[in-house]
């Protein structure tokens, strides 16, 4: 008998019809001699409702209160799909994280989990029911509800795979896998048949949606296969797993835009040992989080940092830099929010020579003109004008050919 | 230094307005010097949203996956209700039933509070915080979430208040006291000053939506006073109390009519001992509510048998009949759902001869005509046609001067 772990996200159990459609794909796993234990997600915009709600009431909420709001949305769903699954005539049982305990520090709003105690878990599915957990959230040693923050469902149903040692661990949402770039964006986009963890991970801070950074790094932790599907067809999804072959790894394997970045550049700031390192830190310390950096040493002495960060943390960083600006003696700073991060990910990318060029000469013939450029051993990524992004896009897929990526 | 144990109706906190007013209302008894422990119910009609959304699954819920998604609806406003006596510069925290460790049986939708473990309570007011529970909630044995059914965050009021040994038991919703009758069909219908458990639990169970029977229960034994009142303005609701006079009880304090009961007339039953007996034991037996019931022996040996029931009863009552009909030998029944029950209460017509007379009189004065009767030592009631009711009350309210109450 296996154990399957299975996650649907928001919008796989956006109404009562999907939710019914989620319990027939959950039977049918079950019907095949499976134990099946199943993570949801609120439903479609429950959690944006509550967000609303609560915004009517203040705009500084504290954190603990918008935990024990927000819990609320993962309760509704899985005692709606338990019910599905019995009006089914199978058995079932739902649970919250606290009933499940998925203990986590003490962190609200963005907790970790620190343990998952699979007692009650274990003593349901002994008892042939099929386990509703809600997904998100969990419960910190003073026995108050915390939530993972985003994509916390992916993690929680990792976190469950892996405590649970299980055979699969299958996440369904609206999308059907992961694919070499956005098709919304790149017509020919294909959907891989599998991916590495470490490409995974790129893409996923890339911002496909398609499953969170957070999951797919405790995936990496645990060796655990993953599969990414769709819930509305059984089209053939996408593994994500560790790199079994040492050679023949795929020079690029996608390619992606990030409209979410701002760049800031700091003008003329003395040419001293140390204070870039001051500047950073000062943001660090604020908890902003610097993406991309250049500097570029000017006349007289003096320098240009330009650096990239999310533009969620635009009013962040201009509080730091009003702050730090005496102290370190730049003259100025500019905000440009009309940039696009393009990056190319693939592990084979670290053992052949000459992907960087291709990349950069694509955009040059295609009068793409690149302002900054970074990269890691298995990532190049170029910041361009927000409006070449997906002419941007286009090109990369093409060059590197990867409508053709799964021959 | 006193304890104040408040409870707000789902209409009190049913937006965020409303909700923003109790706040207000909880800070000036904070403010005061007291200690606050508040008690909520869902916002206004999210219960009903959640039950039509269960609809749209199944008929026939599992009762433990009702409350699941039942109890979201107070951890919605407890969660909403801090973060408004947050936004007003107040300590305050939220506990869902399960963390105030309202301790209950088994009984999923109708569960019986067990016991209320007041650690985690005791702790935050220690920590000068209001603390906003959930009301309506509780956990059993096996860590599942229950809920209390009808008027279930009442119940955990006083619950809260006999384990914490309140000095006050404050009841906030939409209506402003207990009246001598509706006030609605009754236009000079008086605000009671103070009422007795007893008489408190007769109009309570006759349908006066202001305070659940099982609350008062509880506060009776633990004779602990309640003060019923309105959240949306400030005028002197009424108390429930012990009665301490032992003379000069007020021999009506109230009149009620039922519109939700239906009668039964069981006809030509056989006149052997017992027979009511096993018709009765197994109505009982299957969850049926007998109120009124009258037996008329007719011709032949053959009785007649007259019962009334909540009308939401009618379908599990009628499949009970037609089960024992054969084996009780009985010819037939009817079914009338144009009845009324209307009653008079009051605590001294034990001790006042010529209540019932009166009552009687009246109604036959005004062409009332009365179908059935039942008489405790506190209550009086005539079952009479449906379209007479508001006739009735007025009646009955005139007879006995009720408008006059508190002279």
Redesign the interface.
Known sequence: MSLIVQKYGGSSVAN?DL??NVARRVIEGYEEGNQMVVVVSAMGDTTDH?IE??G???D???P???D??L??GE??S???L???I??LGYPA??L?G??MKIKTNEKHNQAMITDVDTT?LRKELAENKIVIVAGFQGINDN??FTTLGRGGSDTTTVAVAAAMNANRCEIYSDVDGVYTADPRVVSDASKLDSISYEEMLELANLGANVLHPRAVELANNYNLELYIASSFNKTVGTIVRGDEKMEGKKNVVGAASDLGEIKITVERVPDEPGIAGKMFKALADAGVNVDMIIQNLQRDELNDITFTINQEQEKLAVKVLNKIKEKLKFDNYTIDQDVAKISIVGAGMQSTPGIAARMFTSFGENDINIEMITTSEIKISCLIKKEEADKALNVLHKEFQLDQINN
């Open positions: 009562p939710i019914k509550l709600l609560m009517n009431i203040t500084d909420p504290d603990r209160e918008v024990m709001l819990t609320t309760q509704v899985i005692a709606l338990t019910m599905a019995h009006s049982i739902s919250t606290s009933q009650r026995q108050d």
